[in-house]
T-cell receptor
């Protein structure tokens, strides 16, 4: 049981390049989230998904796109990277259903992205 | 709109002393409050949460948090700090009850000195 995994762990991009971050969870969770973490600003929600085939915008969605084609995977895309997107990106998931802790989010280890 | 505030960027405490990391909240309706911890180069880990019931919530690693409705606070506490407790701590409030979204505070760095 790996929990939530993220690939890659590190990436350096040049301005204008594109890339996709992959998040995978093996807990059969319905809900998945993408956050970015910047110093002094905590975690800010970029996009989220409440189930396979669904996505929704979070607090800071501009410049990012997402897809949830399979329940276990949640992809975050940067079509044209900008230096302002230099950050640490975290994926999380929660069950969202019945049970003791439907809203407890489980986090991946993060992806550190630098855009030059 | 739901929000949380962590007024201290850093808290310093000596090992063996009690620690408190502060959090205040602003919500409409009943608050669902959380504490998470982040160790260096790791993702966040769930510590504890308050939904309803007893105002003192116990969590992982000996941490507990006290919910105070009149002061709109949810402070994280531990009776005796360990050097290994040094980490970044985040308070969060649940927003969007059908989507289980969380809104995080800016984080408080806890430094426990030997």
């Amino acid at each position: 049981n790996a929990g939530v995994t993220q690939t890659p762990k590190f990436r350096v991009l040049k301005t204008g390049q594109s890339m996709t971050l992959l998040c995978a969870q093996d807990m059969n969770h319905e809900y998945m989230y993408w956050y970015r973490q910047d110093p002094g600003m905590g975690l800010r929600l970029i996009h989220y998904s409440v189930g396979e085939g669904t996505t929704a915008k979070g607090e800071v969605p501009d410049g990012y796109n997402v897809s949830r084609l399979k329940k276990q995977n949640f992809l975050l895309g940067l079509e044209s990277a900008a230096p302002s997107q230099t950050s640490v990106y975290f994926c999380a998931s929660c069950s969202g259903g019945a049970g003791l802790s439907p809203d407890t989010q489980y986090f991946g280890p993060g992806t550190r992205l630098t855009v030059l | 709109a739901q929000s949380v505030a962590q007024p201290e960027d850093q808290v310093n405490v000596a090992e063996g002393n009690p620690l408190t990391v502060k959090c205040t909240y602003s919500v409409s309706g009943n608050p669902y409050l959380f504490w998470y911890v982040q160790y260096p180069n790791r993702g966040l880990q769930f510590l504890l949460k308050y939904i309803t019931g007893d105002n003192l919530v116990k969590g992982s690693y000996g941490f507990e948090a006290e919910f105070n409705k009149s002061q709109t606070s949810f402070h994280l506490k531990k009776p005796s700090a360990l050097v290994s407790d040094s980490a970044l701590y985040f308070c969060a409030v649940r927003s969007g009850y059908s989507s289980y979204k969380l809104i995080f505070g800016s984080g408080t760095r806890l430094l426990v000195r030997p």
